[in-house]
């Protein structure tokens, strides 16, 4: 199959804006300024079935549909943050397809009507963001940025903006708060940023993978894009494969059918380096729920939905793979103390939980932990969930609770003493009652 | 009713206002959602998720088409909510204690529990929440917190414990939503964040006290206090604030002090809540001046000069010798006294010159003048800044309100944020401005010109005098004879149309004579647009101390009596008496609580070279106290008890807090006995006889106001601060009166409204080498009381003009030049300071920063360079 978003894979330097318009490059945005009203192309998204990319899964031409149409200026988000452990795919559409993540944000930007583009971009991409900026450059020579595009009396600037190193500025509300030159907070909601967005104006947030998948659907049509994929989850998804295996990278295929894990790993990634047998998989990076690697789990379809019975979701699709080298609850720590590192600090549960739950597992490597204390994680962990301020604190639960929950023995491995690790809570209570009053 | 929804809390229905806050809602309803980071006044931050209710709102069913109660699966935070009709919480169920118990477990988790040795134990809401709704023990391992600083100063006033912050950003919001001072922020991520101030100096805001009051935990403390006293310990004394005409509603909390052999002192200052008032804020100088009352510098015995010194004496000399020298004087006798004096100091105060047959009295300071025009127009009784929004307008001319009044300027600037029109005039750029809707510049010298030329802009249709009006015909013609440009007229138009419209006079740039002519003009300018004598409408002037309205009420005034009756033979104002001084036309002259040599050096001149017998009475040695006959010491606001009465006509009441320093005696003690010595009537002494009595008789605006009226109190919402501590913080509920605004003329129907033609000055112009020195006031100022504080003294500036750069250029004069600028032959010296919002010509001097540094008025005087400091 030829790639839709890959397609430097398929067509050498496809960076370079000639090689690009050679192969049907702006094409989309042609037509969708020629041949429809920015509701007819929101409309047409929408009918695609598109989904974002950036790990909710919403679909993307409803999102749009919320931006109100008499209120302006509007404008457009492009979420190049990609800071989740384990993506890399954004990254690598920037490199070497950039003009298509161009023409798919100026499709956005045309269809709700925006005077701006902010593409957000990860502060280590500086180099890419340089490559952008010129890319933006040709673009506007050609027409396709600025004042009048293509001539149809709708102007439009892009510009990039860089992060400055935290996670939390991939969430869309940190982002727009970043943007305006603002703490990395995420704002409460509602209001939505469709409505109360940058500068508290409509905007519209995407992904670049989401964006990318544009220009096709504007060019070929819902139909033809709907071609690829499954009903609930048409068109194809870069996979970003890491971890134990021995090829590493990403892999676009098309969503559901014969896209199983046992494909991207054994096939694709060609088995694992050590050739242990597969433990388990980290389906988005830290942020969803690890999944063990039984055969179920292997041979399950992927998209948005296949993965809810076990529990977690593909999020961004990126698939970190842990072979049975490792012991789960190691894996836990190191991406609690991601997220302690990484909490912005807003609300009290992800703020004081994701601390005390590293606080935990500093104990529990130290191997001072007893089984009272992992009672007390899965309790902290589930006491977080539902209620922070954004999604960050509900992801920090996901490696507390699925490891605990698919691999406790790895758990039991590393407790503290005699490895029974039972001390009464009754006792332990105490304890830390008498601590307290030192 | 249109204006009020149905909600369910718990399966009771409520009828609540529309559009509030749940979490008020509920509090109106007498249910109690805990909070630590929603507090009224700064709205909702979301981010403690302390309130956690299960929140049902009526949906409409899409296959029915029925209205349902649709549950959220999860909790929802409260504070985010506005009421809806319908809306049903859950604020018992088990769900929602066992959220609110893990909230109270995480904040503590890394909390230091220090709660032993900590401000805030007591009266922390942290420790009550957790008593109501928290776990028994923590599971959280001692060793395993996060450890952060204990003591680091935000600036000189406040010291913020790290570990004790709970992250809920009230003192952010409160910089930036409330003082407009957004110097505090959050640095850092996740658990290591923590507050800090980014602004030079540290915590640059007037306002930082606030800050230690809404915190909701011990994290902000203020440097005076800090590990002082624990909060059960000590007695809350009712007072005013004696600094600034908004009267301020505070506490004195006192307790008996070892360090000070067992005395009760002054530990805290802490507002008393008066949502007429100062709301439930302070400004820093409210908070923090007090320390001079306890100084070791305050008098203690009475001084009588003896070989050219002041000596100690006893009391019993020194008023023996104080009544002989005014018995020989008779009337020819003078009498000034200073605005932090009470309603009863300053009723004995007129009542002893009065005795003598002279009306030779004076208010100071004496360069805010108009009293007699505020007791016909000043505001309605019933009027609250809080009330004034949309469709109403607020003019505010010659005055930095921010320096001069700053509770005003917090409650103006609210209520333009509300949507009320903002009308400022000055000669330059205030803090206001940024709120106004318009902004007019005037030339210094053209103030009342200004203001004649709004009201001669306005066509017929907005003279809407509501009454017959004496001299309108006239007082319009001549008003029409001042141009308005495009940009004044149209503010003119917005003034008068307004529903309601407050005109708020300052004193920036302007001495007595103009200050008066000023009043005048405003008045006109009310009566004729109709807006006297409603609540929200109407006259006020900001003077230049505390009490001063008080001391006009009371009669201290040339031209009037207590009340404002005109006397037969007006006597000498404060330009006379120094007049008199000199030519020896006066035999004694009686200044209380008042330092003018400090401003005036024509004061000084006089006082100099009289031969008239000089008393003075006051807390200090001050620089008049030093050219008297005779020094009285005199008491502090904290030692006496007594009433002030506001810039907003309040009289409010004050108790005594502490036991008097030394030998001082209140000043009305002081005066009554003299006038008993002198024969002038009965003394009566007590404050409260005096009040009720004495005053009720002879101030017919006072008539129906006692000392029980003043000490009522009337339930107040939001109930910040009450018993459950439920919007946190310790700003107190008020327990001891709101205080009662006495009715002016226009109030009365059938009183007739007087307007004149308000004579108006010409425009000052600058030279080739002379600029227009203008005096402005700044809060932290150089005057004695301030210079005994050493806390504030901290943030006093060097004296200083700043100059336009522009001029400065012309002039050769670099920022950090000292300069010299003379007139009337009197010099002074203050340092170059360049500013952009220096109007071009002018050269902005503050008042008091130094003794004699500034002229008393707006004057065109030479600028010269001296020298180059560091060159
Ligand atoms: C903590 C956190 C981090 C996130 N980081 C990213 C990111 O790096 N890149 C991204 O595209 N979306 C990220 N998201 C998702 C965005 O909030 C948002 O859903 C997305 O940009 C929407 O675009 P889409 O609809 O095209 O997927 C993150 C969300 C959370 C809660
Ligand atoms: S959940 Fe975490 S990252 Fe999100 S707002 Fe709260 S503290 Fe910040
Ligand atoms: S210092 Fe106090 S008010 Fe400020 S964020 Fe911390 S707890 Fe809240
Ligand atoms: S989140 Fe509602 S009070 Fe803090």
Not at chain 2, 438 to 446: K, P, Q, T, V
Not at chain 2, 635 to 644: F, H, L, N, P, V
Not at chain 2, 833 to 860: F, K, Y
């Amino acid at each position: 199959m030829a790639h839709i978003l890959l397609r430097e894979l398929d067509i050498p330097n496809i960076k370079d804006i000639d090689v690009y318009l050679a192969h049907e490059g702006y094409q989309g945005l042609r037509k969708a300024i020629a041949e429809h009203t920015p509701d007819e192309v929101i409309d047409i998204v929408k009918a695609s079935g598109l989904r974002g990319r950036g790990g909710a899964g919403f679909p993307t031409g409803v999102k749009w549909g919320f931006v109100p149409k008499d209120v302006f200026p509007k404008y457009v988000a492009v979420n190049a943050d990609e800071s989740e452990p384990g993506t890399f795919k954004d990254r690598q559409l920037m490199e070497n397809n950039p003009h298509q993540v161009l023409e798919g944000a100026l499709i956005c930007a045309y269809a709700i009507q925006a005077e701006a583009v902010y593409i957000y971009i990860r502060g280590e991409y500086w180099d890419i963001a340089d490559w952008l900026d010129e890319a933006i450059e040709k673009a506007r020579a050609r027409g396709f940025i600025g004042e009048n595009i293509l001539g149809s009396g709708w102007s439009c600037e892009i510009y990039t903006h860089r992060g400055a190193g935290a996670y939390i500025c991939g969430e869309e509300t940190a982002l727009l708060e970043s943007l305006e030159g603002k703490r990395g907070h995420p704002r409460l909601r509602p209001p939505f940023p469709a409505s109360v967005g940058l500068y508290g104006k409509p905007t519209v947030i995407n992904n670049v993978e989401t964006l990318a998948n544009l220009p096709y659907i504007l060019d070929k049509g819902a139909e033809a894009y709907r071609q690829f994929g499954t009903e609930g989850s048409p068109g194809t998804k870069i996979f970003c494969l890491s971890g134990h295996v021995n090829n590493p990278g990403n892999y676009e295929l098309p969503f559901g059918g014969e896209t199983t894990l046992r494909k991207l790993i054994f096939e694709l990634g060609g088995g694992t380096r050590s050739g242990k047998p597969v433990k388990g998989i980290l389906p988005a990076g830290a942020s969803g729920a690890i999944l063990p690697a039984t055969d179920e789990v292997l041979d399950t379809p992927l998209d948005y939905e296949s993965l809810r019975p076990f529990g977690s979701s593909l999020g961004s699709a990126s698939l970190i793979i842990l072979d049975e080298s490792v012991n789960m609850a190691w894996a836990a720590n190191k991406m609690i103390h991601f997220f302690s590192h990484e909490s912005c600090g807003q609300c009290t549960p992800c703020r004081e939980g994701t601390y005390w739950l590293r606080r935990l597992y500093e104990r529990l490597e130290r191997g001072e932990a007893d089984l009272y204390d992992v009672e007390t994680m899965k309790n902290i962990a589930a006491q977080m969930l539902g209620k922070s301020i954004c999604a960050l604190g509900d992801f920090a639960t996901n490696p507390v609770l699925g490891t605990i929950q698919h691999f406790g023995e790895d758990y039991e491995a590393v407790l503290g003493g005699d490895g029974s690790g039972d001390a009464s809570p009754d006792e332990k209570e105490a304890a830390a009652t008498e601590a307290a009053a030192d | 009713m249109a204006d009020t929804v149905k909600i369910t809390i718990d399966d009771i229905e409520y009828e609540v206002p529309a559009g509030m806050n749940l979490v008020d809602a509920a509090k109106l309803c007498g249910v109690d959602i805990p909070v630590f980071c929603y507090h009224p006044k700064l709205g909702y931050a979301g981010n403690c998720r302390m309130c956690l209710v299960e929140l049902g709102t009526p949906r409409r069913n899409r296959e029915t088409g029925e209205m349902e109660l649709a549950w959220f699966p999860r909790l929802q935070t409260a504070c985010t909510q506005t009421v809806v009709d319908g809306m049903s919480i859950r604020t018992r169920s088990e769900k929602v204690r066992d959220g609110r118990r893990i909230i109270l477990e995480l904040l503590l988790s890394s909390h230091p529990l220090d709660c032993p040795i900590c401000d805030k134990g007591g009266e922390c809401p942290l420790q009550n929440l957790t008593m109501e709704h928290g776990p028994e023990t923590s599971r959280m391992y001692w060793e395993d917190k996060m450890h952060l600083g204990k003591h680091i100063p935000l600036g000189e006033l406040i010291y913020l414990d790290q570990e004790r912050c709970i992250h809920c950003a009230r003192c952010i919001r409160f910089q930036r939503l409330v003082a407009d001072d957004p110097v505090l922020g959050f640095d850092q991520r996740g658990r290591r964040q923590r507050i800090i101030t980014s602004s030079t100096p540290p915590f640059d805001s007037i306002f930082s006290g606030n800050t230690t009051d809404i915190c909701p935990v011990g994290a902000l403390t203020t440097a005076d206090f800090r590990f002082n006293a624990r909060p059960w310990e000590m007695v809350q004394v009712a007072t005013i604030c004696s600094h600034t005409p908004e009267g301020s509603n505070m506490y004195f909390d006192t307790r008996p002090d070892r360090e000070a052999g067992g005395r009760t002192t002054i530990k805290r200052v802490m507002p008393r809540q008066n949502e007429q008032v100062n709301e439930i804020w302070l400004s820093d100088k409210s908070r923090f001046v007090h320390h001079y009352m306890e100084h070791p510098d305050r008098l203690t015995r009475p001084l009588i000069r003896k070989g050219g010194k002041l000596v100690e004496a006893t009391w019993e000399e020194a008023l023996e010798e104080i009544a002989r020298q005014l018995q020989a004087a008779e009337a020819e006798v003078a009498g000034i006294a200073g605005g932090r004096l009470s309603n009863e100091d300053f009723f004995a105060f007129q009542k002893l010159i009065r005795g003598q047959g002279s009306n030779n009295l004076a208010a100071y300071p004496a360069r805010v003048a108009g009293a007699e025009f505020v007791a016909q127009v000043g505001v309605g009784v019933g009027t609250n800044f809080l009330d004034v929004g949309e469709g109403d307008a607020i003019l505010v001319v010659a005055s930095d309100l921010h320096e001069e009044a700053p509770i005003w300027w917090l409650r103006v600037k609210a209520a333009a944020e509300r949507g009320a029109t903002l009308i400022v005039l000055n000669g330059r750029e205030t803090r206001l401005d940024k709120f106004a809707t318009h902004r007019i510049r005037y030339a210094y010298g053209e103030e009342v010109a200004t203001l004649n030329a709004m009201l001669g802009s306005l066509d017929d249709e907005h003279i809407q005098p509501e009454r017959e009006v004496e001299g309108l015909e006239e007082t319009l013609r001549h008003a029409r004879g001042f141009e308005a440009s495009p940009e004044l007229a149209a503010a003119a138009k917005a003034f008068a149309g307004a529903e309601n419209a407050i005109l708020i006079v300052g004193g920036e740039g302007v001495g007595a004579e103009t200050s008066h002519n000023l009043a005048q003009a405003a008045s006109n300018l009310l009566i004729a647009t109709g807006h006297v004598g409603r609540p929200n409408n109407g006259l006020i002037i900001v003077w230049g101390a505390a009490n001063s309205q008080g001391a006009f009420d009371m009669g201290i005034h040339h031209r009037y009596g207590p009340g404002y009756q005109p006397v037969e033979q007006p006597g000498l104002d404060y330009a006379g008496i120094i007049a008199a001084l000199k030519s020896n036309d006066l035999k004694a002259l009686y200044i209380a609580g008042a330092d003018p040599v400090f401003d005036d050096w024509l004061m000084e001149e006089a006082l100099r070279a009289t031969n008239a017998y000089i008393i003075v009475q006051d807390m200090f040695l001050t620089q008049t106290a030093d050219l008297a006959d005779v020094v009285l010491p005199t008491q502090s606001i904290a030692e006496k008890e007594g009433t002030y009465t506001s810039g907003e006509r309040r009289v409010q009441r004050f108790y005594q807090a502490i036991e008097p320093i030394g030998e001082s005696k209140a000043d009305r003690e002081i005066f009554l006995t003299l006038a008993q010595k002198l024969g002038h009537g009965e003394a009566r002494t007590v404050a409260g006889l005096i009040f009720n009595q004495d005053i009720a008789g002879a101030v017919p605006q006072y008539a129906g106001i006692t000392y029980q009226a003043l000490a009522r109190v009337e339930k107040q919402f939001p109930d910040v601060g009450g018993e459950d501590l439920y919007y946190g913080g310790t700003s107190y509920p008020n327990r001891h009166g709101l205080g009662v605004q006495w009715p002016v003329a226009a109030e009365d129907e059938s009183a007739g409204l007087v307007v004149r033609p308000a004579e108006a000055g010409s425009r000052l112009t600058a030279t080739d080498s002379a600029l227009v020195v203008v005096p402005v006031t700044v809060l932290y100022d150089a005057e004695p009381v301030m210079q005994k504080t050493q806390l504030l003294r901290q943030r006093v500036p060097a004296p200083y003009a700043a100059l336009n750069p522009a001029d400065a250029a012309r002039l050769g004069i670099e920022a950090g030049d000292m300069l010299e600028i003379t007139s009337d032959g009197h010099a002074i010296r203050v340092m170059a300071v360049l500013d952009e919002t220096a109007p071009r010509g002018a050269a902005i001097v503050p008042r008091r920063l130094q003794a004699q540094g500034a002229p008393l008025a707006a004057v065109v005087a030479p600028v010269v360079r001296l020298e180059r400091i560091g060159a």
